[in-house]
């Protein structure tokens, strides 16, 4: 489906249909782009037989570690598949000359590591079970925000270990779930280190992101507030609400 460049991106209120993946139900603080890091190259492919839309989308994603192939057609789309190893590949649902299923199944054939996400301007039940059945990462519709698809290549991205948060960064996310999370209970620093056994000094330099705590201290904080650290690390996960 062609649609016009300035359509695709200002396309702010229709958002994505029947998707896979299920969103996060709590918003947590947003992280900066800065805040990430690839420890290796990744490759992605995205295969739209739309020019403008392959170029927007290559634009948004493009950062330092990221190697970003296009692919028009079908017979162009085979030959990088074929030829090369990809870590992500976002696939126009109908590619001309390539029907659907025989391109996932292509996918799943020759690059078995790769996720997918599936991008489509003409959604349908048949598409979803389709992009279920191959177990795409995602399936978005035309149009859509290219945030959203960046949210989406950024969680993609995590799960497969491709992209990390900085240590400076995981200890201010760190710190300021702590911080909104007393202050949510009513708590004072005080009245928080009374209840942990946590030195003061030291909760407060947790919350500023001055300091790690040890998975001891991280415990006695999750004891405080009547938690599990699982729903601590679940938050600290989150990205930018997604």
Known sequence: ?????????????MP???????????????????AWFCPQEVRILVADDDRAICQLIQQSLA???????VAHSAPEAREKLTGQSYHLIILDYVLPGWEANEALEYLRQHQPDASVIVITGYPSLEGVVSCLRARVYDYLTKPFEIQQLEKVVQRCLQAKGL?????EALLERIGAFIRDRRKALGLTLAQM?????????YLS??????????????Y???????????????AIDRADGN
């Open 1 to 13: 489906m062609n649609l016009p460049v300035d359509t695709f991106a200002r396309a702010k209120t």
């Open 163 to 167: 992209l990390r948060m900085t240590e």
């Open 205 to 218: 330099q947790i919350e500023l992101g001055k300091n790690s705590a040890s998975i001891e201290t991280l």
């Open 193 to 201: 280190s009374e209840r942990t056994g946590v030195s003061l000094g």
């Open 16 to 34: 994505a249909v029947a998707r896979i993946t299920s969103p996060t139900p709590a918003k947590a603080s947003s992280v900066p782009e800065n």
């Open 63 to 69: 950062r330092p570690s990221f190697r970003i192939e």
């Open 220 to 234: 006695r904080i999750c004891l405080g507030f009547g938690i599990r650290m699982s729903e601590l690390f679940a």
